[in-house]
């Protein structure tokens, strides 16, 4: 999966009516039918503004984790990766979105897809290659039209 990346603009704020009892997705509450706060998505969405991505995410690698082609991701770089997290990573020129594994004993590190068409990368000496940052969210389209 290739990523086309945006700087974070922290310049002006957005605020937005928020519906802080949550919204049911079972049956509905006549008691809950009010907005009554505001939210600001880059408040909500952003830990380091300073070190903080978008990106948009470009092919299927990583539909399986239920990321899809044209989501908008929210990329943190100050954030140290785990194992088991999914990273934008620079390997031999071009970044990737994929979940980091380290092997149990340290050995070897492994980039691996969510789409069984793509074989997991293997990082090795020879390859070009950091760990760019950490996703933190992946906000996604819901009306397509």
Known sequence: MKLILYSADLSSEL?????????????????????SDSIDLNQELIRHPATTFYARAVG?????????????????????PQNGDIVVAYID????????RLEPDGSCLWLIPANDEYPPIKITEENDFIIWGVLTYNIKRQLRR
Do not use: H, N, W
């Open 93 to 100: 020129g071009e970044f990737t979105l994929k979940k980091v």
């Open 15 to 35: 605020e937005l009516l928020f519906a802080d009892q949550g919204i049911r997705a079972g049956f509905p509450s006549p008691a809950q039918d009010y907005m």
């Open 60 to 80: 299927d690698s990583m539909k399986g984790c239920g990321i899809d082609d044209g989501d908008l991701l929210v990329i943190d770089k100050a954030i140290s």
